[in-house]
């Protein structure tokens, strides 16, 4: 596919910060280990009154150092947390608290239609076969079920019809409550114009849960180069096409590490997905070679999941109206890490192509010598 525009990047804005040496330190006490402890089984923080998400100190548990792996949560909890407030400057800090407050406000109003939504239920949400494969948690148990379409998007059944329903009915309820009262909500992203943010009106404990126990696992296994074992917040939100709604949607790459896309339904045509390969910043405009060029189609219960780096689009829905469900999983751990990596190579094609490349020229260069 030629590219006759540049990429952009469909964001939720956020804001770090880092030191240059590969080694998250805000201090020459405070650090945390390039490389997790993987014997290490973390705390739970769920019952804490945090300002960061609780899965975030679980996730940088596991890169403490030996003297603080065994030390009281109380003690771990402000070590790391020293060390998030030091890279979440005092605009994020601000920007989180007013997030917050919104949320706060919405949910203190909002009389949400199906309650049983807002807390997992794992067997009433999820297909047998999908629970199947997370419950016996290994490759050959995902493989069973998941078709890799194209390098690096993975596309299998996840969700009960009856789950779909309710939470397309709740969104339209929430929409109807929006209209009624006049209140102004935030749209899910930069590119998206209709659709909702799920976790501002209560649903980002249940969707927490689900990226941790569910996608988490997944990840783990087929993204490991993009953080997937280290996802420990998420960016939930439904999105809406049709001739009243949002039509297509531009040549992108998400601000997530692993995005999972589930459709919901209604009654639509059109509306394919399409993928052009795995970039870094650098190529993100290069063309995709053959092998990358995946157009998907949508079906209702069936979820893609690809990492966020992965370019692609939506075409136009061209009759009938379409929800979809949108998981963008985060890991800060891989965002620190990833400002010191210097090859891409392991997963741009572009890279892999001059990589190679050099290697040949060294080889033959070699010879001439």
């Given at each position: 596919?030629?590219?006759?525009?540049?990429?952009?990047?469909?964001?939720?804005?956020?804001?770090?910060?880092?030191?240059?040496?590969?080694?998250?330190?805000?201090?020459?006490?405070?650090?945390?280990?390039?490389n997790?402890?993987?014997?290490?089984?973390?705390?739970?923080?769920?019952?804490?009154?945090?300002?960061?998400?609780?899965?975030?100190?679980?996730?940088?548990?596991?890169?403490?150092?030996?003297?603080?792996?065994?030390?009281?949560?109380?003690?771990?909890?402000?070590?790391?947390?020293?060390?998030?407030?030091?890279?979440?400057?005092?605009?994020?800090?601000?920007?989180?608290?007013k997030?917050r407050?919104?949320?706060?406000?919405?949910?203190?109003?909002?009389?949400?239609?199906?309650?049983?939504?807002?807390a997992?239920n794992?067997?009433?949400?999820?297909?047998?076969?999908?629970?199947?494969?997370?419950?016996?948690?290994?490759e050959?148990?995902?493989?069973?079920?998941?078709?890799?379409?194209?390098?690096?998007?993975?596309t299998?059944?996840?969700?009960?019809?009856c789950?779909?329903?309710?939470?397309?009915?709740?969104v339209?309820?929430?929409?109807?409550?929006?209209?009624?009262?006049?209140?102004?909500?935030?749209?899910?992203?930069?590119?998206?114009?209709?659709?909702?943010?799920?976790?501002?009106?209560?649903?980002?404990?249940?969707?927490d849960?689900?990226?941790d126990s569910?996608?988490?696992?997944?990840?783990?296994?087929?993204?490991?180069?993009?953080?997937?074992?280290?996802?420990?917040s998420?960016?939930?939100?439904?999105?809406?096409y049709?001739?009243?709604?949002?039509?297509?949607?531009?040549?992108h790459?998400?601000?997530?590490?692993?995005?999972?896309?589930?459709?919901?339904?209604?009654?639509?045509?059109?509306?394919?997905?399409?993928?052009?390969?795995?970039?870094?910043?650098?190529?993100?405009?290069?063309?995709?070679?053959?092998?990358?060029?995946?157009?998907?189609?949508?079906?209702?219960?069936h979820?893609?999941?690809?990492c966020?780096?992965?370019r692609?689009?939506?075409?136009?829905?061209?009759?009938?109206?379409?929800?979809?469900?949108?998981?963008?999983?985060?890991?800060?751990?891989f965002r620190?890490?990833?400002?010191?990596q210097?090859?891409?190579?392991?997963?741009?094609?572009v890279?892999?192509?001059?990589?190679k490349?050099?290697?040949?020229?060294?080889?033959?260069?070699?010879?001439?010598?």
């Amino acid at each position: 596919m030629s590219v006759d525009a540049s990429v952009e990047r469909r964001t939720e804005p956020e804001n770090r910060n880092g030191d240059g040496n590969g080694v998250v330190a805000p201090s020459s006490t405070h650090r945390l280990r390039l490389n997790p402890n993987t014997d290490h089984e973390p705390d739970n923080y769920e019952d804490l009154q945090l300002e960061f998400s609780p899965l975030l100190f679980s996730s940088l548990e596991q890169y403490l150092p030996p003297f603080m792996l065994n030390a009281r949560r109380d003690v771990k909890v402000q070590y790391m947390r020293d060390i998030l407030l030091r890279y979440s400057n005092e605009a994020e800090r601000n920007r989180v608290q007013k997030q917050r407050e919104y949320r706060q406000k919405i949910m203190s109003r909002y009389q949400p239609l199906h309650r049983e939504l807002y807390a997992m239920n794992a067997e009433k949400f999820f297909v047998p076969s999908f629970l199947e494969a997370i419950k016996n948690n290994t490759e050959e148990g995902f493989r069973s079920i998941i078709s890799e379409s194209s390098p690096g998007v993975y596309t299998f059944e996840m969700l009960q019809p009856c789950f779909c329903e309710m939470l397309m009915t709740e969104v339209e309820n929430f929409e109807k409550w929006v209209y009624d009262t006049k209140f102004r909500i935030m749209r899910p992203n930069t590119m998206n114009k209709y659709g909702v943010v799920l976790d501002d009106f209560g649903l980002e404990t249940m969707l927490d849960k689900l990226m941790d126990s569910f996608i988490r696992p997944i990840s783990r296994v087929f993204f490991p180069d993009f953080g997937g074992s280290t996802l420990d917040s998420h960016h939930g939100f439904v999105v809406e096409y049709g001739m009243d709604r949002d039509l297509d949607l531009g040549f992108h790459v998400d601000d997530s590490e692993v995005t999972l896309n589930v459709c919901l339904g209604q009654q639509f045509s059109g509306g394919e997905l399409f993928f052009r390969g795995i970039r870094c910043d650098k190529h993100v405009n290069t063309e995709a070679r053959a092998e990358e060029i995946l157009d998907y189609y949508h079906v209702p219960g069936h979820a893609v999941l690809h990492c966020g780096r992965h370019r692609h689009g939506a075409r136009a829905t061209t009759s009938g109206h379409r929800m979809n469900l949108l998981l963008w999983c985060r890991s800060a751990v891989f965002r620190e890490l990833k400002k010191y990596q210097k090859d891409f190579s392991s997963w741009c094609a572009v890279c892999q192509h001059e990589k190679k490349e050099r290697q040949r020229v060294a080889v033959a260069t070699t010879k001439l010598v």
